[in-house]
């Protein structure tokens, strides 16, 4: 899948999983699910990959950011164990899902517990759209009662303007997680180089 904001902490409702005492104290490490493509020179020089995984390495907090397999079609078969198995997210781990990477974090959820979840134009349809077809994602409903379980916050933004999801699309999300999402206009499908909004939240729900 191919304006001034409002003060972030105010935009999103903190879930918590059952038995989990706190996110903040948990949560160690940041992992960036990027959305397909890769780049011509990998993710770190893509979007705003690279800034953020760096500012949140100088606030103290572990960043990992690396290629994806199968980074054109970014399949459900390949990206979810890579998350799970090989990058090691769980419970000390906020996951950061742009585009398609915010399908691979809402499947990874529904395996996983995860310390936090962010979500950057996110979506839960194929859009009739034949390579998210092929992904895998959305051959099947979202279990958003165990996602919402699984996670010690959620935060999803979204921007009205974005040129590959209706707003509608991204409404459904927030709403089917019960939370709200937070809106920055004219942001596009944010493949802007810096988001320091995402790093404020996430610093927000970590320290």
């Known amino acids: 899948m191919r304006c001034a904001a409002r003060p972030v902490t105010s935009l999103f ?5 059952r038995g989990m005492a706190s996110s903040r104290s948990s949560v160690t490490r940041v992992v960036i699910a ?32 690396r290629d994806m397999p199968d980074p054109y079609v970014a399949s459900e078969k390949e990206w979810v164990p890579f998350l799970k198995d090989t990058l090691k997210c769980g419970l000390d781990t906020c ?11 809402l499947r990874l959820a529904e395996a996983v517990p995860l310390g936090g979840l962010v979500l950057v134009s996110a979506y839960a349809t194929d859009l009739g759209d034949s390579m998210e077809k092929q992904s895998g994602y959305f051959n099947r409903p979202f ?36 939370i709200d999402i937070v809106k920055l206009d004219g ?12 790093v404020d939240t996430i610093k927000s729900n970590t320290t």
């Not at 009662?145 to 699309?169: E, H, M, R, T, Y």
């Open 13 to 17: 409702r903190r879930i918590r999983p």
């Open 34 to 65: 990027p959305g397909n493509g890769g780049g011509p020179t990998g993710i770190r020089d893509a979007n705003f990959y690279g800034w953020v995984a760096d500012e949140l390495m100088a606030s103290g907090l572990e960043s990992v950011l």
């Open 95 to 105: 996951v950061v899902g742009h585009s398609s990477g915010a399908a691979a974090g």
């Open 143 to 178: 279990d958003w009662a165990l996602i919402k379980q699984n996670c010690g916050f959620i935060v999803q933004f979204g921007s009205p303007d974005d040129p590959f999801l209706p707003w509608d699309v991204q409404r459904h999300v927030a709403h089917s997680l019960g």
């Open 187 to 198: 942001r596009g499908h944010f493949m802007e180089p810096t988001f320091p909004e995402l």
